[in-house]
């Protein structure tokens, strides 16, 4: 199973960036999928997540931020627009899916490499 990650750069204060992940190999299904972020000396926080029926947003990415996946379940997607100085960051992807383990679903988490947001004043 691979995350690929893409997207992310620097812009200025008040633009918009677009992430995604695309998750590839032998998968049954992908449940839950999310994004988080890292800031230099700060701890991982959750960012956003999608399930099936639902999505989650941290407070301060509310109204600016977007989670969405594509059809397939497969591609997860972070729309960011009015990006503030403080959403700098190195962004990771993390998925809950069944793999397929000598044909028996296997449950595991993973991480998308991450990729690095810079958001400038």
């Known amino acids: 199973v691979q995350l690929q990650a893409c997207g992310g750069g620097l812009v200025q204060a008040g633009g918009s960036l677009s992430l995604s992940c695309a998750v590839s190999?032998?998968?049954?299904?992908?449940?839950?999928m999310g994004w988080y972020r890292q800031a230099l000396g700060k701890q991982r926080e959750l960012v956003a997540a999608?399930?099936?029926?639902?999505?989650n947003y941290a407070d301060s990415v509310k109204g600016r931020f977007t989670i969405s996946r594509d059809n397939a379940g497969n591609t997860v997607y972070l729309q960011m627009n009015s990006l503030k100085p403080e959403d700098t960051a190195v962004y990771f992807c993390?998925?809950?899916?069944?793999?397929?383990?000598?044909?028996?679903?296997?449950?595991?988490?993973?991480w998308g490499q991450g990729t690095l947001v810079t958001v400038s004043s």
């Open positions: 190999g032998s998968i049954f299904s992908i449940t839950n």
């Open positions: 999608i399930s099936s029926t639902s999505t």
């Open positions: 993390n998925v809950d899916l069944l793999y397929n383990d000598y044909g028996v679903p296997a449950a595991h988490n993973y």
